[in-house]
């Protein structure tokens, strides 16, 4: 059997490419492979003062809300509870008293392992090698993964809501 005669170079090319290859694997994979499985329970509002109540989360897993008195003059908006749907990716509107029926978790992981988290800003050396980040986006993270999800937020306030609680049951 003959030899290649460039083995060498059949070599030296091959192995940035076989790096590339797992080094993209190691990056994608994971987000391919993540699976939160935990819905979860947030409220938002259009003010730019603060919420109107007070959401807490009991031992036994239940949500109540307290009216914040104010001490200033102000038309607040009324807040809006959302249930995220993990599968579904999406948020629905439901009101303070489906949220009662509901068994929540304020812990900041989920059962599952997933966290709730909000993206960074960027880095690099403008105009080369530069990512303005993810300042504003929201993920699920856990596992080596995040999952970026889609609050229903107003307007241009940013981070103009409040992570309640896992759904778990």
Do not use: C
Request: glycine letters at 10%.
């Amino acid at each position: 059997m003959a030899k290649p005669r460039n083995l060498s170079l059949i070599i030296g090319i091959l192995i940035p490419i076989v790096m590339v290859l797992f080094v993209a694997l190691s990056i994608y994979l994971p987000r391919l492979l993540a699976n939160p499985q935990y819905d979860f329970v947030y409220v938002t509002n259009d003010s730019y003062y603060d919420f109107k109540y007070n959401y807490e989360v009991s031992e036994d897993g239940l949500l109540s809300r307290v009216l914040i008195e104010r001490h200033y003059p102000t038309d607040m908006a009324e807040d809006k509870i959302y249930l995220y749907n993990v599968s579904e990716k999406e948020s629905t509107p439901i009101s303070y008293q489906e949220t009662t029926r509901l068994e929540l978790d304020p812990s900041a992981k989920s059962p599952d392992g997933y966290e709730f988290v909000s993206g960074g800003g960027g880095g690099g050396v403008f105009p080369f090698f530069y990512s303005p980040g993810a300042y504003g986006k929201k993920f699920l993270k856990g596992h080596g993964a995040s999952v970026e999800i889609n609050l229903t937020t107003f307007g241009n306030i940013r981070d103009n809501y409040k992570f309640i609680g896992w759904v778990t049951g």
